[in-house]
């Protein structure tokens, strides 16, 4: 059968079985379907017609070393053969799930000492919000259930989590959104800053709308505040240095908890294991999901504090929360590799030295590109902002239309960056080298040139 046959059966037997995450099945069905992804290969993915694209998302800023590792394939294999399942739930444990806690505490924050596992990013901060509104109750402070959040925050799809976060467009679907949850401003400089105000000023007013809400809700009936230190899904937005400090000032100063959730941030995106630890923030618990395996199989789990440990080890008491993979033995051998790798190889400090810098010298190339409104990135996170009117920063009317002209582009010239809204955003795999930085510049530069045609 030639490609184009299987590429249709695929696409046909797709659109009648097939619902898809964070997608308007109506369109998709009407275009052609779903580009097929069949295999991938270090920094490339490759589709059912042969062709090979650079993936600047790292699947879904996952995929940290890259793709078609045979080390963590391996790992999979052997622990597979060893001991493919067993639960943690009744008094029972095994090798590879204390091998890797052990692990992510060395790699922790100082005050992270125990990890509570999941399976995905959803999970793990609905097992937060579970751990911070017990740990009050625990505390003698069962009033202290309210976690503020920020608008535009992405924290998971399950209706806690998604409550939690901060996006209408989640919340439309879980009507009623869970009571105990307050939105705030998000940090987000060159789309909610006064004419004139300095990235230092719009740090200190994103984080006192923290310190009003505090204020409003009555601090004894606040549990916690939660944020991603890099908000991601959000559109890559990074807070101007004033802000994380600011916030931990007001976390302490009110006795809340601090909830980091680290799903995409953590495994080294900013160049340290953990963004708390780039920002100088000292979260209770941090969540993690994503690139802990490097996205080979699902794991996620959530880091706790020990002054949370403490109060769970003082009574004698059931939490009463788990799910059945909570510390999958074949999960955690992977992630055991994974991070062995990333060692190894040097993938963290190689943010920091030359990774890092690359992606931040190949976005400024676009600057003054007349499409384009601002160029961000801290660590190898990156966005670039498409916007109407540069001097203005005037949006253009039809919200996300032009997003996906440019991503469209980029996806047919063999790249893949995504658009949230029309802010392009990039994540690539941690082992990136100047062949790929060259030839994501490369087909930036043309996509911005076609999409401008496009618009004009
Ligand atoms: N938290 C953050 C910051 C995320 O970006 C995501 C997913 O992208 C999640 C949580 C949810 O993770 P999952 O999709 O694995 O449930």
New binding site residues.
Partial sequence: MSNRLQTEQIQQLDSQHHLHPFTTHQTLRAASGPRVIVKGEGAYVFDSEGNRILDGMAG??TTNIGYGSKELAQAAYDQILELPFYNTFFKTTHPPVVALARKLAELAPANLNQVFFGS??????DTAIRLIRHYWVLKGEPKRRIIISRKN??????IA?GSM?GMSHVHQHSYPVYEGFRHVMDPYWYGESFDGETPEAFGLRAARAIEDEILRCGPENVAAFAG?PV???GGVKIAPDTYWPEVQRIVDKYGILLLA?????GFGRLGTWFASEYYGIRPDLI?F??AATSGYV?L?GVLVGDNIADALMAENDDFNHGYTFSGHPVACAVALKNLEIMERDRLVPRVKETTGPALARMLARFKDHPLVGEVRSVGMMGAIELVADKKTRRRFSDLGRVGLICRDHFFRDGFIMRAVFDTMVCAPPLIWADTQFEEASAVIERALDQTLQDVK
């Fill in positions: 879904l800023w995905s990013g959803s999970e793990s901060n925050a992405y924290h998971g799809s399950t989590a976060g991603e908000q991601g899904a959730d680290e799903v995409i941030t969540t999901a994503k699902p996620s």
